[in-house]
């Protein structure tokens, strides 16, 4: 199974600010056949279910603000928050789908200082 | 609107089976793969199973393999999860969600609210 790996675990900013959320694979997730990484990223508030953000690395889900942004290819990726405001707090998760069984990183919890 | 409520959840005995029900609306629920993901308290995502449009392609995690059932009725717009043999580390939010890809899970661009399984004696 590939292994996806987030960090940091948390992250306290003040509203504004640029937040940064890195994921790694444990094995490339670019398929070469139509240069497109299989990697979505997700925003969990507290009390609801999981909401896309991300997918193919960097394509925004309609309604997404355009204030997240994914970046990355290959094994190394990155969700960024270009100006945090209150309603982001939330764990945010990366995920897989280049291989079966998809997995998920651990989260990253991003919290207002 | 794309909507997902699922049911069935509760507290059951080790060993012991669930049925778990998905009902979907606001979409043609026949033109796309499910999922089941879950999430046990405090803890992050685990993906449980997939099923393709028709039913015919099916796919698990190896932690429910052979005790974990998907099914679905598309005349009902609905998905189900059969859980037999459950074990305490499968107590969790059970979470349906629709995928974007017709034969392999991808990316899920919707979820329902969940259900909670508690397997406690």
């Known amino acids: 199974d590939i292994v996806m790996t987030q960090s940091p675990d948390s992250l306290a900013l003040s509203l504004g600010e640029r937040a940064t959320i890195n994921c790694k694979s444990s094995q490339s997730v670019l398929h070469i056949s139509n240069n497109k990484n299989y990697l979505a990223w997700y925003q969990q508030k507290p009390g609801q279910p999981p909401k896309l953000l991300i997918y193919?690395?960097?394509t925004r889900e309609s309604g997404v603000p355009d204030r997240f942004s994914g970046s990355g290819s290959g094994t190394d990726f990155t969700l960024t928050i270009s100006s945090l405001q209150a309603e982001d707090v939330a764990v945010y998760y990366c995920q897989q789908y280049y291989n079966t069984p998809p997995t998920f990183g651990h989260g990253t919890k991003v919290e207002i200082k | 609107e794309v909507q997902m409520v699922e049911s069935g959840g509760g507290l059951v005995q080790p060993g012991g089976s669930l049925r778990l029900s998905c009902a979907a609306s606001?979409?043609?629920?026949?033109?796309?793969?499910m999922n089941w993901v879950r999430q046990a308290p405090g803890k992050g995502l685990e993906w449980v199973s997939y099923?393709?449009?028709?039913?015919?392609?099916?796919y698990y995690a190896d932690s429910v393999k052979g005790r974990f059932t998907i099914s679905r009725d598309n005349a009902k717009n609905s998905l189900y999860l059969q859980m037999n043999s459950l074990r305490a580390e499968d107590t969790a939010v059970y979470y349906c969600?629709?995928?974007?890809?017709?034969?392999?899970?991808?990316?899920?661009?919707?979820w329902g609210r969940g259900t909670l399984v508690t397997v406690s004696s």
């Open positions: 099923i393709s449009t028709s039913g015919r392609i099916t």
């Open positions: 606001g979409f043609t629920f026949s033109r796309y793969s």
């Open positions: 193919w690395a960097s």
């Open positions: 969600a629709r995928d974007q890809h017709w034969e392999l899970p991808h990316y899920l661009d919707g």
